[in-house]
């Protein structure tokens, strides 16, 4: 259960996002291969490797918000285990003030 919610989801977006922008330029790569002239030459293989660092950098992002989110989880765990009544106080608290906001709508 991701405890962070909007933020989750929209990390999770950014991440598909940023995906799509890596394949879409490989895909463009591919598909311009064959143009000639030295200057394009370089240019193409210095945005080779930006993308590489790319994604070896989003891989890394990716594993990395993969661990906070398991540490979160585990903590969260340990937490309500060794504090049951604890969690169920903060539980029926967050769902009295949701009933109350809803209340009022």
């Known amino acids: 259960m991701e405890s962070n919610g909007q933020y989750g989801?929209?990390?999770d977006r950014l991440?598909?996002?940023l995906k799509l922008v890596l394949r879409d330029a490989e895909d463009?790569?591919?598909s311009t291969g064959e143009q000639a002239g030295e200057g394009y030459q370089v240019a193409r293989a210095k945005f080779e490797t930006t993308m590489?660092?790319?994604k070896d950098n989003l891989s890394e992002m990716e594993q990395l918000v993969a661990e906070n989110a398991r540490a979160a989880m585990e903590s969260t765990d340990r937490?309500?285990?060794e504090n049951p009544w604890q969690a169920v106080?903060?539980?029926a608290l967050?769902?009295?003030v949701v009933g109350l906001i809803l209340g009022r709508r």
């Open 15 to 17: 991440l598909d996002d």
């Open 89 to 91: 106080g903060v539980g």
């Open 28 to 30: 463009l790569l591919r």
């Open 79 to 81: 937490y309500v285990k």
């Open 9 to 11: 989801s929209t990390r």
């Open 52 to 54: 590489g660092m790319a």
């Open 94 to 96: 967050a769902g009295f």
